[in-house]
Each structure stands twice: as C-alpha cells, then as structure tokens.
C-alpha cells in the first residue's frame, strides 16, 4: 500500500488563464520591441543633414535598449513552465528508516559574527523535527576561535533543555532567540496552560544564562598555541562535542544530535578558499564521522524557520522516480531587518517567488550557496563509479584509506562514541595541505575558477561602493536618508587582497549533477 501513496506531487504554478494572460502581454512587449527596432534602425538611413538628434545619444539609447530587451527575452524562461511541488510528510518511511542526515555550518570571524548567533544557528539545526540520532550537527570555525568552541559546549548544555521543550509543545520557531524575541508571533498564543507559562520562563532564564555565559567568554583567543595562532595560520581542531559535554551533565535521557566542531588547517603559504574550502574539509571529515547520504548547508547568520525541512526535502530524495537525476533540494531564503521601509515581505521576491520555480520547470535552479539538502554522493560527482581502483580512487579523494573506506562504508563512528584514532585521521583530513595533488585540489585551484570568483567578487564590491557613496552624496545634496550600508563581506580586507569569493569547488561539483528542485517551505 505504502508503494502507493505518493511523497511529493508537481503542478503548474499558475492557472492556465494566467498563462495565457501572460503570453498575450509577451506578445504584444515582442511586438512594440520590434516597432521600437525598426524606429531606431530607420533613423540611422535618414539624410544627416534632415536628422533632429544627433547620432551618438540615438546610438547608445538605441544599444541600452536592445540590452534591456535581451534581459527581458532572456528573463521569459522562468514564465515558460513554472511548477509548483507539495509534499506528503505523512507518506514517509517510519522514524527509523528515514536515512541521516549531516548538518554544515560555517563560521569565520566572531568579532563579524556575533557567536550567540552562530550558536542559534547550531540549535535551530540540533532542534530540526528529524531524528536525533539520525542528526549530526557540524559546525566549521575558520577563525580558530575559542570563543566559539566555548560556545559549541554551551550550545550543547543549553540544547538539552531547548530541544525537549520544543518537542513537547511542537514549537514552531526552533531559534532561540527568534522564539523569544518580540517580533515572534507564530508561536506566543498556542499555549496558555500555567504548565507551559512555567517552563518556557525557566527556559528562558536558561537561554540567557547561556547567553551571558558566552558573552563573557574572551573573543580574541585562539584555540592552540595562542602565541603563534591567529585566524589566517592554525592548526586542525576537532571536537566531538557530546562527549565533553555529557562529562558535566551527567546521567541524562535526552536524545541529542551529534554535535561536533571542526577548525581546519589555515596557513599562509596555502589558499583556504573560503567557505568552499570550510565545506570541503567538512565534507571529509563528516565522511569519516557520521557519513550521512544526505547534507544541509547552512550559513552562520541564518536559521531553520520550518522545523520540518528534513522531513520535506526526503520527501523528494526518497522518491525513487526523482531520485536518482536528484542531487538537491533548496530552500527560499527570507532576510530579516532589511528596513523599515521593505515593502517585500523580507523576500528577494524574484528569485525565490518566481524565478526558481521558473527553473525548476525546467531543469532545476542554480545552486545559490545554502539552504539545502544536497545527497552526498552527488559532490563526489564522476570520480565514484563502481570499480574504480584504489589508486585512482586516491587520486580524486586524496591518500586518506579511511575517506576511500567511507565512500562505501556507512556509519563507522555511531551514537557520539569516537576512537583516538579516527579523530587523528580527521584532523589529517582536515589539513591544509590535504587536497594538493588530487583531482577533488586540482578542480577547486584551476586558475578558470579563481579567475571568475575573483571577478565577481569584484564586480559585487565595486557596485556595492559605488552605490555606497552615491547614497552618501544624495545625503549630503538633502535629496534623500541615506540608507545604504556595505555588508562585511564586501568591507573585508582579506577577500580584497587576495580576491577570492567562497564557493569554487562545491559549487562545480554540485552542479556535477545539476538536477536541484525548489521547494517552498511555507
Ligand atoms: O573564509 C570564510 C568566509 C566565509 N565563511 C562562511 O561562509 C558563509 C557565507 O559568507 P557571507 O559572508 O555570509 O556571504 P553572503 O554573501 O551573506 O552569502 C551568500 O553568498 C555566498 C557566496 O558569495 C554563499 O556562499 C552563501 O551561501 C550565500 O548565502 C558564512 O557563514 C561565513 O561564516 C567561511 O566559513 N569561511
Ligand atoms: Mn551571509
């Protein structure tokens, strides 16, 4: 019967009429474009001495407008066949068939990134509505920074608490701090009983506890050897979390994901690529850990606002007759505090309310960086295939027999236990210099690559200046508030030195199978 019953159903977003509707409006763009073309076209055979304009200002209107027209023909795609997907939670394979999932998080600057933020982060994803022992929390901390390892652990103490109480009342809002912030309405009025009044004041002096204690934590020490440490140059740390923490906790029922933190190799003699690099070495390391077939990226500065999104995205992972072309399932993002004045409901409202469904009609969206479920064996890309010999597996994966082991072998570390050893090889794997002379190096530092993260990233800091200072000089003129203010990627020094934007190897080989479907979480 269970065969039967369908996870996931697609429909046209739009009722036909509308489509209709739409087309007929191209139709009639098409046709006063090609009036506008012909105007401008004719005027350049007129006798120059006849002509009212001169030929320059025609020419360039004339070439901003066929760039405009470009954009707009090109922008129809997304119109063609947008789709819509619903998903059947209920149609899932019971609690304990459902596979594991690893989530990644990454974090750079604690000064940047304020850490009871990151930890937010962390507890919305330790709280997800998943399985806990089918949930492994990874946490990436480029800066070394012991701030947030303090933070892990209190993260990981206050969670024992958070996660039963958002279990108990189904809270919807697993962020602490959003569940308790003012602006939280969706789950203030479902409870009224004096039981739930009682616990949530106890959680919340908990959360603020929590809160404190990370707050006085020193922000600029490192991890090891402080002497010599900083954020650019620090050696591998990993820490199962659970394990230190469950030492103070004592005896305690609560089921709890693993929660471990990893602080790769920096160094100046090598590139760390960023975010692609954290996600890379994430990769490798969790492989050795949990091992889990499917993954969650997630940035430092934003939550999980569906507790569900597990459960939705194994809705079409499970699906046999998607899977197999599936590499992931994404998730719109929304922005919070953008201004006073966003009219947009925080949405960037035509990528995610038009545009990905747009494409997911027709062969899947790009893939934006976060927010989404990916299967793992679709970053390994071509270098797995069935048969391949170990010294070729090698030369793709690196000369890690643990990893080569893993790509095959599920769950070597299970329940939070973890050997001296295996976190020996992690730390290996975690090195700055694990990916020199292999293919997975080769394909992240092909100078194609560096050279186009480096233009856009470019590109992105020049318009962000540019707009900066032209919002500052209408301040100054009185014509307008100045409102514009240059986020801390675009102010960073160490990304305008050496020009490199986050994502060069994960994104190509998440693309390796470009088959991502968007979903809407709401
Ligand atoms: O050396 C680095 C630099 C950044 N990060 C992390 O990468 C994430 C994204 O960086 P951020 O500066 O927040 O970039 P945004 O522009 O806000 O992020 C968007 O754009 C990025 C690409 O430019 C994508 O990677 C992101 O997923 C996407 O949300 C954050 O969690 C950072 O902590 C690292 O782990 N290591
Ligand atoms: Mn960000």
Redesign the pocket.
């Known amino acids: 019967m269970e065969n039967s019953s369908p996870l996931n159903t697609c429909h046209a977003r739009f009722h036909k009429l509308y489509i209709i509707i739409h087309w007929f409006h191209a139709v009639i763009h098409c046709t006063a474009i090609t009036f506008l073309v012909y105007y401008r076209v004719s005027f350049l055979f007129q006798d120059p001495q006849t002509r009212a304009t001169p030929v320059v200002p025609w020419l360039l209107v004339f070439a901003s407008e066929l760039l405009l027209s470009f954009m707009w023909l090109l922008g129809q795609a997304y119109r063609w066949r947008p789709v819509s997907r619903t998903v059947f939670l209920e149609n899932l394979p019971e609690d304990d068939k459902l596979p594991a999932i690893d989530v990644f998080i ?3 600057d604690p000064n940047k ?1 304020p850490t009871v933020g990151v930890m937010n982060t962390v507890l919305s994803a330790m709280a997800l509505d998943y399985p806990a022992e089918k949930t492994h929390v990874y946490l ?1 901390d ?1 800066g070394g920074a012991s701030i947030t390892l303090v933070g892990m652990r209190e993260a990981c103490r206050f969670g024992r608490w958070w996660l039963p109480f958002c279990r108990k009342y189904g809270i919807k809002t697993r962020c602490p701090q959003a569940y308790f912030s003012d602006a939280n309405d969706e789950d203030k009025h479902r409870w009224s009983s004096k039981e739930f009044i009682a616990e949530r004041e106890i959680i919340k002096e908990k959360y603020e506890k929590f809160q404190e204690v990370i707050q006085r934590s020193p922000e600029k020490d490192f991890l090891e050897e402080p002497s010599t440490s900083n954020s650019r140059d620090h050696p591998a740390v990993i820490e199962v979390i659970n394990e230190s923490c469950s030492e103070t906790m004592g005896e305690d029922q609560v089921q709890m994901p693993l929660l471990v933190y990893v602080s790769r190799e920096k160094s100046h003699s090598h590139p ?1 690529h ?2 692609a690099g ?1 996600l890379n070495a994430l990769l490798r390391v969790s492989g050795l850990i949990s091992n889990s077939p499917y993954i969650l990226v997630l ?3 934003m939550y999980c606002n569906g507790p569900s999104s597990a459960r939705q995205a194994m809705c079409f992972h499970l699906d046999p007759k998607i899977s197999p072309s599936l590499a992931s399932v994404f998730f719109p993002q929304k922005f919070h505090n953008i201004s006073d004045n966003d009219i947009y409901d925080s949405e960037i409202r035509q990528i995610f309310t038009l545009n990905w469904y747009g494409s997911d009609g027709l062969r899947g969206p790009i893939w ?3 927010n989404c479920y990916i299967k793992r064996e679709s970053l390994y890309g071509d270098s797995l295939q069935e048969g391949s010999e170990l010294e070729e597996l090698k030369k793709a994966f690196g000369p890690s027999n643990e990893l080569i082991k893993s790509l095959k072998i599920s769950g070597i570390i299970s329940g939070g236990e973890s050997s001296s050893t295996f976190l020996q090889e992690t730390k290996f794997l975690a090195s700055s210099t694990y990916e020199d002379h292999t293919t997975w190096g080769k394909e992240a530092r092909s100078l194609r690559n560096m050279r186009n993260e480096q233009r856009i990233w470019m590109i992105k800091s020049v318009t962000s200046h540019l707009y900066g200072s032209l919002d500052a000089i209408t301040k100054r003129l009185g014509l307008r508030k100045a409102s514009f203010l240059l986020t ?2 675009v102010a960073d020094n160490e990304q305008l030195c050496l020009g490199f ?3 060069a190897f994960f994104l190509q080989q998440g693309l390796s199978q470009p088959n991502g479907r968007v979903v809407d979480n709401k």
């Open positions: 990454c974090t750079v990134e990436s480029d760390h960023f975010k954290a940035d430092c500065d934006s960086g976060t801390n990627k934007t986050p994502y």
